[in-house]
């Protein structure tokens, strides 16, 4: 199926706080965010007329900019009220949403301090990151590059540079026939997909790495709060190579990844099983509750 291109569709986008044709959502090529990848950015969906967990990604992409050294000029609720009406502007109950902020055009050198602060959000329809695949479990090539020591990189911001490193890892598994890769960190230990955290059910407890040179996706810590809920055994802890084949079951859990089941790492082969059905099952069903009723529902 080809891909209709992202510059050149029908709808409407937010763009520094106006609603414009979404062809006309336009930046100069001198913006300082294209020249050196000043921007963070969110991935967020909207289920049955709600974004799950929106206030969590506003305040994430208000934080990520702070670690870049810019203040997003509004406000958290203005943030969500302007996402809100996109996903109503364009006529979608379900879609994903693409809040993203950068540095412009006013300044271009590595110092940015002139420059000013844009916002745009976009949304589309995505079903899932893994389409028809999600559900057979996708399969994932271990990656040559690695997650970064956060003294090397803003590893804490969703910061649209640190992509430059998923991309390449994906486009080397994706030419060796797999779905995506799997990440390791600059340690060796594992760390996770090129956009989604990692779980490994082992001798029937969940296991996953701890995320500090990497995102703790909200969805990490949803589907942790799910497994508690289950009495789950949950251990976050140094995860190693040797790990993979001690694993029986696998998962990646994600906004646009939701909990998709894993089939290979590597030369490893996993099964979804009872633990990986019942954390996707109870996901989907969060998502499409009320955000009174998320909000009821506390982290444990
Ligand atoms: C690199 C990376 N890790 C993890 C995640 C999962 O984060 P979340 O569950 O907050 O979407 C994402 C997706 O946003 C990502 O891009």
Redesign the pocket.
């Known amino acids: 199926m080809a891909l209709v291109p992202f510059d050149d569709r029908d709808g409407l986008i937010w763009l520094d706080g106006v609603m414009v044709p979404w062809r006309d959502a336009k930046l100069h090529v001198l913006s300082h965010g294209l020249h050196y990848a000043s921007g963070v950015f ?3 969906r909207a289920y049955a007329g709600n974004i799950f ?1 929106l206030r ?2 506003t305040e ?1 992409l208000i934080a990520s900019g702070r670690i870049l050294g810019f203040e997003i000029p509004y406000t958290a609720g203005e943030i969500d009220a302007a996402c809100i009406e996109v996903v109503k502007a364009n006529g979608f109950t379900d879609a994903y949403v693409r809040p993203i902020a950068w540095r412009g055009a006013e300044q271009l050198s590595v110092s940015a301090q002139q420059t000013k602060i844009h916002l745009a959000i976009a949304t589309w329809a995505w079903p899932n990151l893994f389409g028809d695949n999600r559900m057979k479990g996708v399969r994932l090539d271990i990656a040559s590059w690695k997650r970064p020591h956060p003294e090397t990189a803003p590893t804490a911001s ?1 910061a649209a540079g ?2 430059m490193i ?1 991309t390449l890892s994906k486009h080397a598994a994706e030419a060796n026939g797999f779905d995506d890769a799997f ?1 390791l960190d600059w340690r060796g230990q594992l760390a ?6 990692a779980f490994f059910v082992i001798d029937g407890d969940l296991h996953t790495p701890v ?1 500090d040179c ?9 589907v942790l709060s799910i497994a508690r809920r289950h009495q789950m055994k949950v251990v976050e802890r140094v995860m190693l190579p040797d790990d993979l084949p001690k694993a029986t079951e696998v998962f990646l ?5 939701e909990v998709t089941p894993v089939r290979q790492i590597g030369p490893h082969s996993y099964t979804p099983g009872h633990i990986t059905e019942t954390l996707l099952h109870d996901y989907e069903g969060l998502v499409r509750k009320s955000p009174a009723e998320v909000e009821a529902l506390a982290p444990i």
């Open positions: 969110e991935g967020e967990k969590a990604h994430r969703k640190l992509y998923g990440m996770e997909a090129t956009g989604a955290n995320p990497f995102l703790d996706g909200i969805t990490r810590r949803t859990a994600g906004t646009a990844a």
